[in-house]
């Protein structure tokens, strides 16, 4: 069956340092990922969008890669800030799919 | 730009009650989702609307969940009658133009606890 797999754990980092989240897929061909933010008691917002023919996306301090061999993206926030702490949810969708599927997500706390 | 308005916030009903959630997209978008998500879990897709007719509900529990949009503009979801596995958050989102690829924009969302 078609699952996705984010960190099963919450992860803790310290400010500064670089915060790297896993999202894992299985049973997807997915044309395109997506990853959000999710802030308590608030809707995901878009953060970052990453094609199959793409290895790499920067936006700023956020890196997404997608390696469709390891059915994997990494999701990583370069010199991370108390700020940064949320939750983090990957969605797909395959290329005929009008829907996007998301993880159940990973919840990021950046210490300071 | 304002963004997507949901309503009311917050609900506690009992079970075998119903509920409606009201929805008002960001202005001109013309495909409007419902999401259901349950604590712990990522949203899942309820129903999809292109303007004012469905285009995926597959996994919408049909006896009880409903939803409308009429105009193509505000929408509303029900529940009738509810049971405890429906408390959950009920996000709404939009989109420009339902492509795929195409940035969802989502409301703070209505959370549900039936008793």
């Known amino acids: 069956s078609q699952k996705i797999e984010q960190n099963s754990e919450a992860l803790n980092i310290q400010e500064g340092k670089t915060a790297t989240l896993t999202c894992n897929y299985t049973?997807?061909?997915?044309?395109?990922l997506q990853w959000y933010r999710q802030d308590p008691g608030r809707g995901p917002v878009f953060l970052l969008l990453?094609?199959?023919?793409?290895k790499e996306k920067r936006k700023e301090r956020l890196k997404v890669t997608f390696d469709t061999t390891l059915k994997q993206s990494l999701f990583h926030i370069t010199a991370s800030q108390p700020a940064d702490s949320a939750t983090y949810l990957c969605?797909?969708?395959?290329?005929?799919?009008?829907?996007?599927?998301f993880g159940s997500g990973t919840q990021l706390t950046v210490l300071p | 730009e304002a963004g997507v308005a949901q309503s009311p916030r917050y609900k506690i009903i009992e079970k075998r009650q119903s509920v409606a959630f009201w929805c008002n997209p960001i202005?001109?978008?013309?495909?409007l989702y419902w999401y259901q998500q349950i604590l712990g879990q990522g949203p899942k897709l309820l129903i999809q609307?292109?303007?004012?007719?469905?285009?995926?509900d597959s996994q919408l529990p049909k006896d009880r969940f409903s939803a409308e949009r009429l105009k193509g503009v505000d929408s509303t979801l029900k529940i009738q009658p509810a049971k405890l596995e429906d408390s959950a958050v009920y996000l709404c989102?939009?989109?420009?133009?339902?492509?795929?690829?195409?940035?969802?924009?989502f409301g703070p969302g209505t959370r549900l606890l039936v008793l």
């Open positions: 989102a939009s989109s420009m133009t339902g492509v795929p690829m195409e940035t969802q924009y």
């Open positions: 049973n997807y061909s997915p044309a395109y």
């Open positions: 990453i094609r199959e023919n793409e």
């Open positions: 969605a797909l969708a395959s290329g005929s799919a009008r829907q996007l599927t």
């Open positions: 202005s001109g978008h013309a495909t």
């Open positions: 609307f292109q303007n004012n007719g469905v285009v995926d």
